[in-house]
């Protein structure tokens, strides 16, 4: 199965140019499966929540009319972000489209630090998606920092973890060896590039998108400050075996009457 990601650089608030340079990324590029980042058209630094809203979307928008788009000319699933619009509320979302068909959304459920000024945080469970014939979960960005986002997942039968990022510390990238080894999953982090400097803040957005193997083995890793795509080749039936040996079972071995949760 071929897997991977874009880097982007996206300007904030310019969706139409930030789609644009998405779709010179992916000129020529055949897939099943792409990952966008978190936010990728919109940027992330919002300074309030109109202007978070005047960015947002309902699941059939401009976004997920790109995606489909680009779904089309490459082959393949598409996941990336966007802020959805539900009523008066607005979530930190990532869509999953095939073809024409939006498949699923996932609503960010962790939410990082003003995040919580703007969006509501996630009201639905993790999910997986079945595409043919393999299972996609989703998660974005500072999930990463709680275990039961990727073990939610891998309980739920998760081949591999879209996550969509926009990351802003130096520590996810080593933390995904670990979330994809202790659940036996490969994960796609995308990442975007780029400063942001907007009211109080200013985000340096790290870069280093990567592919994680099964086994905790980084498979792709992009430059920290340069558009980047990587398609690379896997093999998704590894994650599906749980056994570390003959006596150990990740998920077997689980000892849910003496955790405290
Ligand atoms: C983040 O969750 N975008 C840091």
Known sequence: MKVG?????????????????????????????????ELFATGYTFISKEEALNLAEKINGDTSIFLQQISQKTGAIIVGGFVEKEGSKIYNSSMMIFKEKIIGTYRKIHLYNKEKMWFSPGNKQFMIYEVNNVKIGIMICFDWIFPESARSLALLGADIIAHSA????????????TRCLENHVFAITANRIGTEERGKDKFIFTGASQITAFDGEVLSSAPVSEVFVDIIDIDIKAARNKSLNEFNNLFKDRRQELYKL
């Open 5 to 37: 990601y874009v880097q982007n650089s996206p300007l904030f608030g310019e969706k139409e140019k930030n789609f644009a340079q998405i779709e010179k990324l992916i000129d020529n590029i055949q897939a099943d499966l792409i990952v966008l980042p």
């Open 166 to 177: 926009n990351l802003v510390l130096p520590y996810c990238q080593n933390a995904m060896k």
